[in-house]
C-alpha cells in the first residue's frame, strides 16, 4: 500500500505559506490560479487528515486483528493437544 509522505505535504503547506505571503506584500488582484490553489490546497489537506484517520484506523484493527489471532491460535493449539492426547488414550 502506498502511503501519503508526510514531509511532502508539510512541504507543500510550507510552500503554500510562502505564496500566501509574498500575495499579501504583492497585493495583486486575485486570479482564478490564486482561487485554484486555494480551493486545491484545502482539498489536499482535507484528505490528508482523511488519510490519518485512516491510517490510524487500519493500524488498530491491525493491532486488533493480531492479539485476537494469537488468543484464536492458543485455545486452539491447546484443544488440538487435548484431542490428541484423548486420541492416543482411545487407541491404546
Known amino acids: 500500500m502506498q502511503g501519503i509522505d508526510k514531509r511532502e505535504h508539510l ?5 503554500f505559506q510562502k505564496y500566501e505571503n509574498m500575495s499579501l506584500i504583492i497585493a495583486t488582484a486575485e486570479c482564478e490560479e490564486d482561487t485554484k490553489i486555494r480551493t486545491d ?44 492426547t484423548e486420541n492416543k488414550r482411545i487407541a491404546t
Open 11 to 15: 512541504n507543500l503547506l510550507d510552500a
Open 41 to 84: 490546497i484545502a482539498e489536499l489537506t482535507v484528505l490528508y487528515n482523511n488519510f490519518k484517520l485512516l491510517l490510524a484506523e487500519l493500524e488498530r484493527c491491525t493491532r486488533d486483528y493480531e492479539s485476537k489471532k494469537r488468543a484464536t491460535r492458543s485455545i486452539l493449539h491447546k484443544n488440538l493437544r487435548k484431542l490428541h
